[in-house]
């Protein structure tokens, strides 16, 4: 009896085995073998939060720290002060950071009246997250954050909530 019940259950715990080691050598594979570009992000134009189209092509030749984010996920809302200080402190040193919501222009505009972010916050409602996908964020995760250099290639991703500290240590070895 317990051997029917057992080949059952180890059958399973072998086929979630097998699958997570297949996910883990993809997701290794994938990241050291995918080139990410960012063609598509500068050939891109959005609306900021005043409905003002910005071609994102303008702040190419920056440092930036591009944050994909919504006004209804906790984590985004939590790390956009320290993002806002990162911006206001580094701005002379040819750094910008730059929101992307995956929201409406009216949730981004009540968002910065009660929070005042100091970088361009943008809408991008209905292309965000085919935008984040082709910058490397295979888990449509939120936030999901990348630190693109001025020659256009991206330095370094980061899944979930980032922290001032965290991305100043990326940036000084970036910053000549």
Same mark, same amino acid.
């Given at each position: 009896m317990l051997n029917k019940i057992l080949s059952p259950f180890g059958a399973v715990v072998l086929f *979630?085995?097998? @699958? @997570?080691? &297949? #996910?883990?050598v993809s997701e290794k594979m994938d990241k050291k073998d995918v080139n990410i570009s960012t063609a598509e992000l500068f050939a891109t %134009?959005?609306?900021d939060e005043n409905g003002v189209p910005q071609a994102l092509s303008q702040w190419q030749g920056k440092m930036i720290v591009l944050n994909f984010w919504a006004t209804w996920c906790p984590p985004c809302r939590e790390e956009m002060p320290e993002l806002s200080e990162l911006n %206001?402190? #580094?701005?002379?040193?040819? =750094?910008? *950071?730059?929101g992307i919501a995956l929201d409406e222009i009216a949730l981004i505009k009540e968002f910065n009246a009660?929070?005042?972010m100091s970088y361009p916050l943008l809408a991008a409602e209905? %292309? &965000?997250g085919n935008l984040a996908a082709n910058l490397g964020n295979n888990k449509s995760a939120l936030? #999901?954050? =990348?630190i693109i250099k001025?020659? &256009?290639t991206v330095a370094n991703t980061y899944f979930g909530r980032i922290s001032k500290p965290l991305l100043e240590e990326a940036l000084l070895k970036l910053i000549p």
């Amino acid at each position: 009896m317990l051997n029917k019940i057992l080949s059952p259950f180890g059958a399973v715990v072998l086929f *979630v085995i097998i @699958a @997570a080691s &297949g #996910y883990f050598v993809s997701e290794k594979m994938d990241k050291k073998d995918v080139n990410i570009s960012t063609a598509e992000l500068f050939a891109t %134009t959005l609306p900021d939060e005043n409905g003002v189209p910005q071609a994102l092509s303008q702040w190419q030749g920056k440092m930036i720290v591009l944050n994909f984010w919504a006004t209804w996920c906790p984590p985004c809302r939590e790390e956009m002060p320290e993002l806002s200080e990162l911006n %206001t402190e #580094y701005q002379d040193k040819n =750094v910008i *950071v730059i929101g992307i919501a995956l929201d409406e222009i009216a949730l981004i505009k009540e968002f910065n009246a009660e929070n005042k972010m100091s970088y361009p916050l943008l809408a991008a409602e209905d %292309t &965000g997250g085919n935008l984040a996908a082709n910058l490397g964020n295979n888990k449509s995760a939120l936030p #999901y954050t =990348v630190i693109i250099k001025p020659d &256009g290639t991206v330095a370094n991703t980061y899944f979930g909530r980032i922290s001032k500290p965290l991305l100043e240590e990326a940036l000084l070895k970036l910053i000549p």
